[in-house]
T-cell receptor, first 113, second 112 residues
Framework: EAQVTQNPRYLITVTGKKLTVTCSQN?????MSWYRQDPGLGLRQIYY???????DKGDVPEGYKVSRKEKRNFPLILESPSPNQTSLYFC????????????FGQGTRLTVV | KQEVTQIPAALSVPEGENLVLNCSFT??????LQWFRQDPGKGLTSLLL?????REQTSGRLNASLDKSSGRSTLYIAASQPGDSATYLC???????????FGQGTTLQVKP
């Protein structure tokens, strides 16, 4: 089954404790991206990657890192999480940038206390 | 800067009604427009994708139209059912930046 898989689905952590949210897709997609969803602000792009070893900042990249060492994986790293990073996070992929359908993971609900 | 707006923010209808959700965008330089469905606490499911050169797409009881010149799209849901209750998100892929830009969504409740 074609899918985007995120882990974990739920995470509660403390301020400053490094964490990684994993994202994996099995569709051989080139384009992958991370979003956060907040009430009243909608979905905002954090980082995106057009292919292996190619990543770029989205609209709200501060406090986040990403890497794309393999085509299928695109982990999101929070080096020193803060409470304002409490949010619902989504990973997405599509065949390429442009006119292709986007597939989303099930989301990771992160709470930073 | 591309902005996407969805009206109304919330909608409640009785079962069986036909309904229309609206989406507008400010910049016509788009690759495509996509409609998604999001159930509470869940991920986004792609419903329909309309390429910039197309006028409409249909899937079952759903029909989406696109008028790129006026910056508008509508999602028509025929014979609504309680299972259609969800948040519907419209998004455009900018042909300038390649980014997927979302509207705030319309939360639909279909009452039995």
């Amino acid at each position: 089954e074609a899918q985007v898989t995120q882990n974990p689905r739920y995470l509660i952590t403390v301020t400053g404790k490094k964490l990684t949210v994993t994202c994996s897709q099995n569709m051989n997609h080139e384009y992958m991206s991370w979003y956060r969803q907040d009430p009243g602000l909608g979905l905002r792009q954090i980082y995106y990657s057009m292919n292996v070893e190619v990543t770029d900042k989205g609209d709200v990249p501060e406090g986040y890192k990403v890497s794309r060492k393999e085509k299928r994986n695109f982990p999101l790293i929070l080096e020193s999480p803060s409470p304002n990073q409490t949010s619902l996070y989504f990973c997405a992929s599509s065949l390429s940038i442009g006119g292709f359908r986007a597939f989303f993971g099930q989301g990771t609900r992160l709470t930073v206390v | 800067k591309q902005e996407v707006t969805q009206i109304p923010a919330a909608l409640s209808v009785p079962e069986g009604e036909n309904l229309v959700l609206n989406c507008s965008f400010t910049d016509s330089a788009i690759y495509n427009l996509q409609w998604f469905r999001q159930d509470p606490g869940k991920g986004l499911t792609s419903l329909l994708l309309i390429q910039s050169s197309q006028r409409e797409q249909t899937s079952g009881r759903l029909n989406a139209s696109l008028d790129k010149s006026s910056g508008r799209s509508t999602l028509y849901i025929a014979a609504s059912q309680p299972g259609d209750s969800a948040t519907y998100l419209c998004a455009v892929v900018s042909s300038n930046t390649g980014k997927l830009i979302f509207g705030q969504g319309t939360t639909l409740q279909v009452k039995p």
